[in-house]
């Protein structure tokens, strides 16, 4: 569970980042995220969160009229070294080194840029991907890491149920029990980082034998687990068999 920690001066910038918070959950299918606290009160935020234990994610607004959580985001910082912290400022000087040197944010947004919304959608699904990475080698469970068109990614290779061609052009589609991902990368190169249960049946797919649900061979087709059909080419029937052990 990645805990959440949200303050800001501003009632609407707290329900603004709550409902960011909100939509990237729903639209992932997420329930490994919990907004812990939304308040306008940093003591609050403090009393809760240094009092936790592991890496948290913060979203806190800094140089708001004498507000200052900047101080905060650097009392987290020394904290916790692995944490996750979104600012946000009206101060175009939020970038400068002296802000990242103190605080080390995963991101620093000026709320003059016209996509302030979608860099937090991006941030979160930075931090969320990379804190399931972090989790995944904790636990020694093999990850699929590849390149986002805006972001790093660690898929569990165990979750994924097949890779085949996006329909784009030097695209991939990673289809888990969970979401489907796209990468830009080709079948080929994403093989490379697959393990030994993984299976080219066919030109565009490459399927997880352990996600494989039944084979028909008359018809050269393979239902995975989650209820798709894929193609299987003839000459890779039997390779496909003595991989899996099909119901």
Known sequence: MLPVFICSNSENNLAIYREVVRIYMDNHRITGIRIVCCTSDPDAVSSTALSHDGPSLYILDIFEGGWDNLSFAAVVRKHDPRAYIILFSSDSGCTSDAVFHHTEPLACIYKGDPDTVEQLYVALSTAYRSHLSVSAKMHGIE???????????????????????????????????????????SLNEISQQLGSSFVRCHRMFIVNAAHIASIDRANLSITMDNGVSVPCSRRLTKKILFHSKPS
Do not use: M, W
């Open 143 to 185: 990850c699929l890491q590849l390149l986002h068109p805006d972001n790093g990614a660690s898929i569990p290779l165990r979750d994924i149920c097949y890779v085949t061609s996006s329909g784009t052009a030097h695209f991939v589609l990673v289809v888990t029990e969970k979401e489907n991902v796209k990468f830009r990368c």
